[in-house]
């Protein structure tokens, strides 16, 4: 029988189980979130060297005993709408608990609220539970996408950017969801930045996989549908955007897997419906960087504004040094937005220029061409000297 690898960081009590099934040695483990109260355990048993427990419940003086023997015992925070030390990745499902048309009491509303509170000048606790949060994010991002040892994923992800203001329904949203259906049904990964707009028609795009593309159509006409109560016509502040998007779950509900890197930082926005995984993180600038690094495979650019030219410029950076340890496909997907409208594209490849990433730009207006690319121009490593 092939014994599965000790792991050091244990999350849930199954994992904590299968530990002391193969060992008695606690040394460099970390064991977070785990309720031991009604688990019988003789802590004498178990060697304690830079043991560390987060979060985790215990019988009353099994705390004190364990910081005594040189565990290090941090205790849940206080008064916090979120677990800084949770095992795993949100769900649209416990995001939007709480939510209705009518009030919205959802948890993710719930924490951005607190989160506005202590922005610019958080305590230090809360200071702490906010990075232990974006930590536990992390991992949960690890596990998912599986790296090797070399920092190439097991997962081929694709990440999308663009803006979070395009309309359902219009030219590139439309072309978005078919360019990240193609690639889901390729075997890509596809990753957004988890909002509307682009990174909508990115998780849906992935979602309908499945189905046809008359059906992804339809999907979108219902989106579409809404009824605005606002002057400037935000769609997401329509008050069926939710209820459309749970309209779609219900007439296609096997829907293919993909993953969204959202944000408190900028302000709230409904949680992403389609995205299976919700990686959501309080520090905006850990989770672009995460969202770019990741998507080795290739980052498809929509039509957007400030945030993916900053994002564009992020990564043709990170190819530029070969900082992820790989060169990865750049496709813009509208030849006005990046060569007309803004010589975006002109200006990356002068930059590229001598540079391995050059021949892995791709201009286009077609979302078949997108996947097309990224299928005959895989990620490149980066060799000693580049």
Known sequence: MKIKPIKDLIHNLSEWKELISQTTDLTNKVIQDVNFIKENINWEEYNLCNTTFLGCKF??????????????????????????????????????????????????????????????????????????????????????LEYDELGMTKKKVVGFMGGHSTARNSVFYNETALAAKRATEKGYYVVSGGGPGIMEAANLGAYMANYSDQDLMKAIFVLSELDFTDENKTEYLATNYITNAKRVLEIYPNGQESLAIPTWFYGHEPSNLFATHIAKYFSNSIREDMLLTISLFGLVYAPGSAGTTQEIFQEAAQNHYGTSGYYSPMVFLSKKRYVEDTSIYSVLHQ?????????????????????????????IRVKLGD
């Open 59 to 144: 019988k009353q003086g099994e705390a004190i005993h364990l910081i005594e023997r040189g565990a290090f015992v941090y205790p849940k925070f206080s008064d916090i709408p979120y677990n800084p030390y949770r095992g795993k990745l949100y769900t649209w499902q416990e995001l939007m608990e709480g939510y209705s048309p009518v009030v919205d009491k959802s948890k993710d509303l719930e924490i951005y609220k607190h989160f506005v509170k202590h922005k610019y000048n958080p305590s230090v606790s809360e200071a702490m539970a906010q990075r232990l949060h974006d930590l536990s994010i992390d991992d949960g991002l690890r596990r998912i």
């Open 351 to 379: 930059l590229a220029i001598g540079k391995p990433y050059k021949e892995l730009l791709f201009l286009t207006d077609n979302a078949e061409h997108v996947i097309d690319f990224i299928e005959k121009n895989p990620p």
